[in-house]
């Protein structure tokens, strides 16, 4: 078999317009009418669960980068298992706690010295008291839902 080279390759013509206006078309951009059907209190309880799983684990004793590795390892795999069993919730949040994980990762492996635990305590003291708005923001959905 012969490799092709480029000149051998041709591009059939596309109308970029049509085609960028049939993605867009599959996309809705008010949040409101994407959850108008999602009874967001049926999720509370799990999401609550969820949520102090991932505080539970990420509360580890980190001294090391070592540390580190191991208990974002736990997260992960933690998140990964909620994302399996609850689709809606997984997919509403376990991206978005993964994003998390990696910038906490990537940021204390920059630091020059094996002893992260100040840094690490504070940047986990930020993810809980974010994680609490974000509770509170969906409670507070839910409630002005029923008003």
Do not use: W
Request: with cysteine; charged share 35%.
């Amino acid at each position: 078999t012969k490799p092709t080279t480029p000149k051998e390759c041709t591009f059939a013509k596309r109308d970029k317009k049509r085609a960028i206006e049939a993605i867009e078309s599959a996309f809705e951009y008010d949040s409101e009418k994407i959850f108008e059907d999602i009874k967001l209190e049926e999720y509370l309880e799990e999401l609550s669960t969820f949520i102090d799983g991932v505080k539970n684990i990420l509360r580890a004793d980190v001294k090391s980068k070592k540390d580190l590795f191991i208990t974002l390892d736990s997260a992960s795999s933690f998140v990964q298992s909620f994302r399996s069993k609850e689709r809606f919730l997984g997919t509403l949040i376990g991206g978005s706690i993964f994003h998390i994980l990696s910038a906490i990762f990537v940021s204390m492996m920059h630091i020059k010295r094996d002893d992260i635990s100040a840094q690490y305590r504070d940047f986990i003291e930020i993810f809980e008291q974010g994680i609490e708005q974000f509770k509170i923001r969906v409670k507070l959905t839910i409630a002005m839902k029923s008003i």
